[in-house]
Antibody
């Protein structure tokens, strides 16, 4: 049974930091590129970042580049998102996901339930 | 970065065919995919590589591609198909994922 469990969300002021975690189980985490995707309240899906299976390569959307850092600990089957210099527009439900379809394995497409990040003064 | 354009909403009566389009530069040169997201739930893949249906997805779901336009077709739409539908693809040599803004399908 595949499980992705995000944690670390909360309410913080603009300019502050948060670190999200995603505990993975039930699939080969250490052979999977992992993504963070966010969804602002009432809005659509927005891809945030991806990290390669071994953690050697990361990519980010332009609006978070230089502020967010994705990392992983394969020994703990855990994905992280360090978010610095947070802005009100970063307010969203943050999902960690293995987007299997883009790797040719559409039946292996896993998402967590998300953790809510609210940036407000 | 490129964009994927979807209509904000599509509305059909039960039993009718719903068509949701997605257009964007480069879609004719790379694969695209569709997610269904019901209220309060995580997305589910309903179409991959333009027109392939994952096992477990009803046969009434199909996909087509013509040039830079992708279409998700839901034949004989049912009330339970009401959801937000997102097309998505990759860019920057497959290293970024881009989502369309989503289409709210209403079946009533």
């Amino acid at each position: 049974h595949v499980q992705l469990l995000e944690s670390g969300g909360g309410v913080v002021q603009p300019g502050r930091s948060l670190r999200l975690s995603c505990a993975a189980s039930g699939f080969s985490f250490n052979t999977s590129g992992m993504h963070w995707v966010r969804q602002a309240p009432g809005k659509g899906l927005e891809w945030v970042a991806v990290i390669s299976k071994d953690g050697s390569t990361e990519y980010y959307r332009e609006t978070v580049k230089g502020r967010f850092t994705v990392s992983r600990d394969n020994s703990q089957n855990t994905l992280y998102l360090q978010m610095d210099s947070l802005r009100p527009e970063d307010t969203a439900l943050y999902y960690c996901a293995f987007i299997g379809a883009i790797y040719g394995v559409p039946m292996e497409d896993y998402w967590g339930r998300g953790t809510l990040v609210t940036i407000s003064a | 970065s490129s964009e994927l354009t979807q209509p904000p909403s599509v509305s059909v009566s039960p039993g009718q065919t719903a068509r949701i389009t997605c257009s964007g530069d480069g879609l004719d040169r790379k694969y695209s995919y569709w997610y269904q997201q019901k209220s309060g739930q995580a997305p589910v893949v309903v179409m991959y590589e333009d027109s392939k249906r994952p096992s477990g997805i009803p046969e009434r779901f199909s996909g087509s591609s013509s040039g830079a336009m992708l279409t998700l077709i839901i034949s004989e739409a049912q009330v339970e198909d009401e959801a937000d539908y997102y097309c998505y693809s990759t860019e920057k040599y497959g290293n970024h994922v881009i989502f369309g803004a989503g289409t709210k399908l209403t079946v009533l």
